[in-house]
C-alpha cells in the first residue's frame, strides 16, 4: 500500500519560502533594490499566494524587504546611511557581547567560539567567501550567545544578519588585481578571531572590547575602499581624428 505523502501547512510553507528568499538577498542572489516576483514565487513554490506573503512580511519585519503598497515587493535597497547605522550599531554591540562575553563564558562556550574561528579559518584557506561569510557570522553568534544578555545577544544577532551583504563585499576580492589586498584583510579577521577566542578564555575584558573595535574598523576601512575603487581615472577617452 502506498503511503500518503505528509500534508504541508500553511505554516511549513510560508517558514520554508521566508528561509529560502532571505538566503537569496543575504548571499546577494536577490540584489539589492531588486524587484521581487511574488507570481514566480508562488508558480515555483506551488502555494497559494497567502504563505509567500507572510514569508515577506516577516522578512519586512527584519529590514530585508520593502512592501509596496499595491505595488508588490523589493529587496531592501543598500544604501549609505544603512551601512552607516550598521557600522555604528555593530561597533557597540560588538565591543559589549565581546566584552561581556570574557567575563560571563562558559565552559561550553569557549567550544563553540573556538569552533566557528576554525570554521572561518578553514574557508578562508579554501578561499569560499560563502563559507566566509557565514562562519564569520556563526563565530560572533557563538560570542553573543555567551555574553549572559539575551535582549542584546537578539539585538546583535540582527545587526550581523544585517552585516551578512556588507561582508560579501568586504570579504571577496573584487578583481585578480586586488587579491593581495584581499588576502591581507582576511589574514588580520583571521588572527583577531583567534586574538578574541583567547581573550574571552583568560577573561581578559580590555583585550577583549579592544580586538571587537578593532575588528569593526577593518572591516569600515575594507568597504570604504571597495566603494571608493573605480576604474575610471584608467580609461582614456579620446576624440577621434
Not at 79 to 101: F, K
Not at 123 to 145: C, G, K, P, S, Y
Not at 148 to 153: D, F, I, K, R
Not at 213 to 219: G, I, K, R
Amino acid at each position: 500500500m502506498k503511503k500518503k505523502a505528509p500534508t504541508v501547512r500553511k505554516g511549513d510553507s510560508a517558514t520554508r519560502i521566508y528561509a529560502e528568499i532571505r538566503r537569496q538577498i543575504l548571499s546577494l542572489q536577490l540584489q539589492p533594490g531588486a524587484a521581487i516576483d511574488e507570481a514566480a514565487l508562488v508558480r515555483e513554490a506551488g502555494v497559494s499566494r497567502t504563505p509567500v506573503r507572510e514569508a515577506l512580511v516577516r522578512l519586512a519585519s527584519e529590514g530585508l524587504v520593502i512592501l509596496l503598497p499595491n505595488r508588490g515587493s523589493q529587496v531592501a535597497p543598500l544604501d549609505l546611511a544603512r551601512i552607516r547605522d550598521y557600522l555604528e550599531a555593530i561597533d557597540i554591540c560588538q565591543r559589549a557581547v565581546t566584552m561581556w562575553a570574557a567575563v560571563r563564558r562558559r565552559p561550553q562556550d569557549i567550544g563553540a567560539i573556538r569552533a566557528g574561528a576554525e570554521a572561518f579559518e578553514a574557508a578562508a584557506a579554501a578561499r569560499n567567501t560563502d563559507e566566509m561569510v557565514l562562519a564569520n557570522r556563526a563565530f560572533h553568534q557563538a560570542i553573543a550567545d555567551a555574553c549572559g544578555n539575551q535582549m542584546m545577544a537578539t539585538a546583535y544577532e540582527r545587526i550581523l544578519d544585517e552585516g551578512l551583504r556588507v561582508s560579501r563585499f568586504s570579504l571577496a576580492s573584487m578583481y585578480e588585481s586586488h587579491a593581495e589586498e584581499s588576502r591581507a584583510f582576511v589574514e588580520i579577521i583571521v588572527q583577531e578571531h583567534a586574538g578574541m577566542v583567547r581573550a574571552i578564555e583568560i577573561g581578559d575584558t580590555a583585550l577583549a572590547e579592544q580586538l571587537a573595535a578593532s575588528h569593526t574598523e577593518h572591516t569600515r576601512v575594507r568597504f570604504a575602499n571597495f566603494l571608493a575603487d573605480t576604474l575610471a581615472p584608467a580609461v582614456k577617452i579620446g576624440v577621434r581624428s
